[in-house]
């Protein structure tokens, strides 16, 4: 069964200091991994997926097989950043999603 | 709004009772997926339908659970005898047809379940 971690349940940041907010999985096959985000009172909205190898609003995140880690890297954080993160995992090619218990970042003014 | 949509948003109920939430996915999705989200949890995976075919159950979905599809396009899921464990957000998500890889999913604003 697949699994995925985040150790973190808050992470609190000053505007311009860089972000990392981690995630770790565990599935024997080749997932796929991603990032959800969930701002206030809004919704879950998917952020970026490790295929794409794309930034989206300054975030990247590399997948790293050998520590099956796929962390949320920014180089400077914005206030607007801060919102619920999720690391999400599909595996199998049923679109059934396994998502980690979310991170709040708070980028601080 | 053409996003996903859920009914209702809130959902007060006493142990014991049904509850019925609905969710209509965008329009030309024909996948539609139900989780469920616990405080201090990220969402769980219920259940999955491709059209109105009910394709993949999760444990989670004991037998006070049913989900449908009839037509294909919105999706109900009924609880019945709710039991105070039960509340929680239950999101529903919809994509669009797709292969083997995955789409990404849209979800709705989500319904919050209470069971006093």
């Known amino acids: 069964a697949q699994r995925v971690t985040q150790p973190e349940k808050l992470l609190s940041v000053f505007k311009g200091a860089p972000v990392e907010l981690k995630c770790n999985y565990s599935y024997s096959g080749s997932p796929e991994l991603f990032w959800y985000v969930q701002y206030s009172r809004q919704r879950l909205q998917l952020l970026l997926r490790?295929?794409s190898r794309e930034s989206i609003k300054g975030f990247t995140a590399d997948l790293n097989k050998g520590e099956t880690s796929f962390h949320l890297k920014k180089p400077f954080a914005q206030e607007e950043d801060s919102a619920m993160y999720y690391c999400a995992l599909e595996a199998g090619g049923y679109q059934k999603v396994t998502f980690g218990t979310g991170t709040k970042l708070q980028v601080i003014p | 709004d053409t996003g996903v949509s859920q009914d209702p948003r809130h959902k007060i109920t006493k142990r014991g009772q049904n509850v019925t939430f609905r969710c209509d996915p965008i329009?030309?999705?024909?996948?539609l997926y139900w989780y469920r989200q616990t405080l201090g949890q990220g969402p769980e995976f219920l259940t999955y339908?491709?059209?109105?075919?009910?394709?993949?159950k999760s444990r989670l979905l004991s037998d006070r659970f049913s989900a449908e599809r009839p037509k294909g396009s919105f999706s109900t899921l009924e609880i019945q005898r709710t039991e105070q464990g039960d509340s929680a957000m239950y999101l529903c998500?919809?994509?669009?047809?797709?292969?083997?890889?995955?789409?990404?999913?849209?979800f709705g604003p989500g319904t919050r379940l209470t069971v006093l």
């Open positions: 329009s030309e999705h024909n996948r």
């Open positions: 998500a919809s994509t669009e047809p797709g292969g083997y890889s995955y789409n990404e999913q849209f």
């Open positions: 490790h295929i």
């Open positions: 339908f491709q059209n109105e075919a009910q394709l993949e």
